[in-house]
């Protein structure tokens, strides 16, 4: 299965995905290429392994990646950490082979304006006592798609924002490989 990531921060979970790749935990799975909408420190990762890699601008990105997408035989997008919205024509092309990860226990906490931070605000402000991350499906609608896998941890009483960053990013990197893998079986059969 050849997959292309979309990239707008660190790239901690395109390294999950890469780590998750070579030692063989993503058995059948090849990072085709990776597609950022600002200059970030995933480019550099991607780079690192020799992933083709572009930097395409955040107004015309969704045709950008279209063109580029054009002929590759990618069987799954993941949105990694990408923070820009995609046109709908997009979203339809790519519809049930396009993945996000989002850093809360969607349906709760999602929609637009709710990414990083914002969430894990909303998160200790609504007093939650269990928070955590989901992979679901890309739709037209902001965190709206099907739910593949969803992780969860515990909201202690003292926890701040960086405790938050913390637990969700590493439940993020545990079901990013679950889903992927999910996927990668399902598309083989």
């Known amino acids: 299965m050849k997959i292309a990531v979309f990239v707008s921060g660190g790239g901690t979970n395109l390294q999950t995905l890469i780590d998750a790749v070579e030692d063989g935990r993503l058995p059948n799975v090849e990072i085709s290429m990776v597609m950022a909408d600002r200059d970030c420190f995933a480019i550099e990762r991607a780079l690192d392994h020799e992933i083709r890699t572009y930097l395409l601008d955040r ?14 035989e990618i069987d799954l997008i993941v949105l990694a950490g990408f923070l820009s919205i995609l046109s709908k024509d997009f979203t339809e092309i790519w519809k049930n082979k396009m993945i996000n990860i989002h850093p809360s226990l969607l349906p ?7 990414y990083g931070a914002y969430v894990h605000k909303a998160v200790l402000e609504a007093k939650e006592k269990v928070s955590g991350a989901t992979v679901h ?3 037209a609608e902001v965190d709206e798609g099907a739910i593949i896998c969803q992780g969860e941890f ?4 003292n926890d701040q924002l960086e ?13 990013l490989v679950e889903a992927v893998k999910k996927i990668s079986a399902q598309s083989s059969h």
């Open 137 to 139: 499906y890309v739709t």
């Open 59 to 72: 107004k015309t990105f969704s045709e950008d990646a279209l063109h580029n997408l054009e002929g590759e």
């Open 108 to 114: 709760k906490f999602g929609g637009k304006g709710m």
């Open 154 to 157: 515990q909201v202690d009483e």
């Open 163 to 175: 405790d938050l960053q913390r637990k969700v990013s590493e439940v993020e990197q545990r079901i």
